[in-house]
């Protein structure tokens, strides 16, 4: 058996390597493009970055934080990601062990870092995540992960389809109350009708619109494009997709653990951008970083806090 803090360390590397690939995905997926290829390569000059100025963390500053052919900055993000997926790479392997959970949940992990610096910089959860994410996150859930809040049993088929429904319902739910909140159309038979239709086959939806758009003819979608955009809708659509996945792997008590405190740090950070940069109750504020945080939360504490609440609780 490998000494503990060899295996913690040798996750931290691990989990910094993939953090540099983390890079890329946040980069690019916006934009559509491949992350495979081409190379990685300077922003400013083009030039290819060599694989011996690729090294995670370390190329930050044996570069002085620049360009080798240009000089020009590099952003202070690309070392903190790779430490950031570093850490929590440990943080799995520490609670977890060396195990099929802890693997699983580390990428889990990963693909959050992904979640949260797109959804900073574009406000948007890609699809490419959360829906290939969600049958793949509702069968390890099923075979091989433990459950976070009782980390000797499995989670099991009945505990992650209680998990995937109760993220993909809870999460419409407040999707569609905020769409109605906000100023969309006034709820009419049929708009109702569409709305329970929705709910039942909003996955299948999901499903058939994103395999379209990998795979099929591009064509332009107007009634989209020049969708009017609803100031300060509370949650958007890509949110309901990302608890649908994350619900797969933590079960029905993660989406809760998750929402609550989602919420209450959204909360805390809106009134303080409200306070130091002035703003109004509408002031857009993106939530897949608190979601985040909140399923790693789950993950590592999940079973200390509900056990803290049932012991302090009323």
Known sequence: MMPPAFLLASAFVFGAVVGSFLNVCIYRLPEGRSIVSPPSSCPNCGNRVRFYDNVPILSFFMLGGRCRFCRSPISWRYPVVEALNGVLWALMVYRFGLTASGAVFALLASALVVVTFIDLDHQIIPDAISIPGAPLALALGSLLVV?????????????????????????????????????????????????????????????????????????????????????????????????????????????????????????????????????????????????????????????RIVGWYLGHGP
């Open 147 to 303: 459950d976070p809040f009782q980390p000797g049993v499995g989670l099991g088929v009945r505990g992650s389809l209680l998990g995937t429904a109760a993220g993909y319902g809870l999460f419409s739910v407040i999707f569609w109350t905020s769409f109605f909140y906000y100023g969309r159309p006034s709820l009419t038979v049929r708009l109702a009708g569409e709305v329970v239709l929705y709910l039942f086959l909003g996955p299948v939806v999901w499903t058939w619109d994103y395999l379209r758009e990998s795979f099929g003819r591009k064509v332009e979608a107007p009634d989209e494009e020049n969708e009017e955009e609803v100031p300060g809708q509370g949650l958007g659509m890509g949110d309901v997709k990302l608890m649908t996945m994350l619900g797969g792997l933590i079960g029905w008590k993660g989406v809760l653990l998750t929402t609550f405190s989602a919420s209450l740090f959204g909360s805390i950070a809106g009134l303080t951008l409200v306070i130091t940069r002035g703003g109004g109750r509408k002031s857009k504020v993106p939530f897949g970083p608190f979601l985040s945080l909140g399923a790693v939360l789950s993950l590592l504490l999940g079973d």
